[in-house]
């Protein structure tokens, strides 16, 4: 696809030396923007990045019909190139999102061609750290100026990317979570495998409590028995078990996760017993007593692999063992790391480089 790009006589981008670099404190230059009316998507281009105008009739504030994505651009620690992580990935899942809200699709090939084509324009944002990258976000929200309950017709697809450090700082203790008996996130037959405003928002208040109480993350569980494992915040949950690693199935109220994929792929690779499955509460307590439960660990793009170190269940702490022995935590997370900054083999194809 042909898209236009208009480049900005005033970059900010010296911000990038004057402040530490946080996850999602400084945007980039420029915004892609590409406009869907009358049945089909219009032309993409790429210009400075501004506000948009918007009506308060704009249909996306009042009924929330609007997805997104989360990617990086990670520049190479030994070649400089700069690469994309299973951006097709990324690509399938917002067609998914987008089938569940009634947004017209991308094709994977435009998005990706989207995605690209901003990447190389803010390739100068993209950080030389090992660890730091490109947070990429694209949206696309309903644009028309309306207010009956009904699909719009007109959208705005919209990507602005971010240089953003770490999520979690290495070093950083692993987390303490809080199951939360009370809140869900998703319902069977809601929106909870899409990547859309509503699941986040719906989580602000419970997250905003567990904070206060302490608490790094919160545990999803199951909306009908508050009793099975589903998420970590925003990142797909892991735990092993004696020898068996265990994520719980994508039964729709899970997001079914780049990285969470990726993890099962390497698993598999090595040989790894692993299983999707329903994990109960009463499962991680009972492993745990017996000083089964070896490790637990978040994952997603922005933190990669996250250790978790413990679960508190109505007040009770469920840990992980102390003497797991080798951490498969930090062999994903080097494994992955190796990967999209290009200094191992990528024996799956995972990576799309922009040159
Ligand atoms: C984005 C997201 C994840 C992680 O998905 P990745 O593709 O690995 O980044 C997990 N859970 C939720 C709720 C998410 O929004």
């Known amino acids: 696809m042909d898209i236009n790009v208009r480049t900005t006589d005033s970059s900010t981008l010296d911000r990038l030396d004057r402040e530490p670099l946080a996850f999602g404190n400084i945007f980039s230059d420029h915004m892609l923007i590409r406009r869907w009316a009358e049945g089909a998507w219009g032309p993409a281009e790429i210009r400075p990045r501004e506000p948009l105008a918007m009506d308060p009739t704009t249909l996306a504030l009042h009924y929330g019909q609007t997805v997104f994505e989360g990617m990086k651009a990670y520049r190479g620690s030994v070649d400089g190139r700069l690469r994309l992580f299973r951006p097709a990935d990324n690509a399938r899942r917002l067609a998914q999102s987008c089938e569940r809200l009634a947004i017209p699709a991308l094709t994977a090939d435009d998005f990706i061609a989207c995605v690209s084509e901003m990447v190389r324009t803010e390739h100068a944002w993209v950080p030389h750290a090992r660890g730091e990258s490109l947070y990429i976000r694209p949206i696309i929200f309903a644009s028309e100026q309306h207010i009956a309950v009904r699909p719009a017709l007109e959208y705005l697809f919209v990507i602005v990317t971010a240089p953003v450090a770490p999520y979690f ?28 405003a509503g699941n986040y928002a719906a989580t ?144 799956h194809q995972w990576i799309l480089n922009i040159d």
């Not at 299983?275 to 745990?288: F, G, H, I, M, P």
């Open 169 to 196: 700082a290495s070093g950083a203790k692993a987390l303490r979570l809080k199951a939360e008996p009370r809140y869900t996130r998703a319902v069977p037959g809601g929106t909870g495998f899409a990547k859309t």
């Open 204 to 347: 602000l208040r419970p997250m905003a409590s567990a904070s206060d109480e302490g608490f790094d993350q919160i545990l999803w569980l199951d909306a009908n028995e508050h009793e099975f494992a589903e998420e970590a915040g925003q990142m797909n949950i892991f735990f092993r078990i004696g020898d068996e690693v265990i994520t719980p199935n994508l039964s729709g109220t899970i997001l079914p996760g780049v990285t969470r994929d990726s993890v099962l792929t390497l698993l598999k690779d090595w040989g790894v017993k692993h299983s999707e499955r329903k994990v109960s509460v009463t499962e991680l307590k009972a492993a745990a007593s017996e000083g089964e439960l070896k490790e637990m660990f978040g994952a997603g793009t922005a933190a990669v692999v996250a250790p978790i170190q413990s679960i508190n269940y109505m007040g009770e702490e469920i840990h992980v063992s102390a003497d797991a022995g080798a951490s498969l935590t930090q062999r994903l997370l080097d494994t992955i790391l190796g990967i999209q900054y290009g200094e191992i083999p990528d024996p």
